[in-house]
């Protein structure tokens, strides 16, 4: 599938741009600055990474908000640093994962096939130490309410924390990626 992306160096979509179809691990291999600020999404869906090759802090940009993200508070970054960008796979299953208290899918188990806003308040559970993605691609966020660093889950088994990118088990929010 088609997807495209565009980056702003300002906010409200101002300053220099960059317009991508595909992943891009050095935005400085490209000319543009490591600032982005502002952020359009035409199709699909988008993580920018704080550091080169897809590493590090992981910011999504989907459709939701239509997606466009003004400003990059948006998307819950603290900095306005993004050097690499890749496209979601988009899996065209009904949305599905299940989530695991321990390491190696042991533990407590909950599927969830929605958005789930409060993993506490839901499940009292706040700890996630394993995730099977089933379908659809989702991200996990450390805080409720889809607030804090946050982690894109495709279409695969993830045994620990660290395989998402986590440093900890701590998962407060879950929702699925909005393609269109």
Not at 32 to 45: K, W
Not at 79 to 98: G, I, T
Not at 159 to 174: A, I, K, P, R, Y
């Amino acid at each position: 599938m088609w997807q495209d992306v565009t980056l702003f160096e300002q906010r409200n979509f101002a300053g220099r741009r960059l317009d991508l179809s595909s992943d891009c691990s050095r935005l400085s291999d490209r000319n543009f600055p490591e600032r982005c600020n502002s952020v359009q999404v035409e199709s699909g869906a988008w993580v920018g990474y704080e550091h080169e090759n897809f590493r590090g802090r992981q910011y999504l940009w989907d459709m939701s908000e239509r997606g466009e993200y003004n400003c990059y508070d948006r998307w819950c970054a603290q900095v306005d640093h993004v050097s690499s960008v890749r496209s979601v796979k988009q899996d065209n299953n009904p949305p599905r994962a299940q989530l695991f208290e321990r390491a190696s899918f042991s533990g407590k188990k909950m599927e969830i096939q929605d958005d789930i806003p409060n993993l506490m308040s839901r499940y009292s559970l706040n700890r996630v130490a394993s995730i099977r993605v089933l379908g659809g691609a989702w991200v996990v966020y450390q805080e409720p309410n889809y607030r804090g660093p946050h982690y894109i889950l495709e279409k695969k088994d993830y045994s620990n924390f660290s395989d998402w990118g986590s440093q900890n088990s701590t998962v407060g929010s879950m929702r699925r990626v909005r393609f269109n």
